[in-house]
């Protein structure tokens, strides 16, 4: 089973772009759909966005346009760009294979106004 170690969470202001990233500790990764999710503290966590093993992209609604999802199999990376950042885009971010219930420790985006 693969780990991913995701980073690049920070503090930023509303309206801002940030880059996560999400490293594979193999490149089988490139035969599954990864995908990014969100929690923030007394909620559920969300799906954001799933890549899958062709490298086509999946967002949910309140994406918006806003978010791209990419992957560098040579560098065993996933990444979510995020532009146009909004407070409630805050929280901790993780990412998975699809279907698996294993996280990571995430990392932590906070938007603020």
């Known amino acids: 089973q693969a780990q991913f170690v995701e980073s690049g969470g920070a503090l930023v202001q509303s309206g801002e772009s940030l880059r996560l990233s999400c490293t594979a500790s193999?490149?089988?990764?490139?035969?599954?759909?990864v995908a990014w999710y969100r929690q923030t503290p007394g909620e559920w966590r969300e799906l954001v966005a799933r890549?899958?093993?062709?490298?086509?992209?999946y967002y949910s609604d309140f994406v918006e346009g806003r978010f791209h999802i990419s992957r560098d199999i040579a560098k065993k990376t996933i990444y979510l760009h995020m532009d146009n950042l909004r407070r409630e885009d805050t929280g901790v971010y993780y990412c998975?294979?699809?279907?698996?219930?294993?996280w990571g420790q995430g990392t932590q985006v906070t938007v603020f106004s």
């Open positions: 890549v899958n093993d062709v490298g086509q992209g």
């Open positions: 193999t490149t089988a990764f490139a035969n599954w759909d």
């Open positions: 998975s294979r699809w279907g698996s219930t294993q």
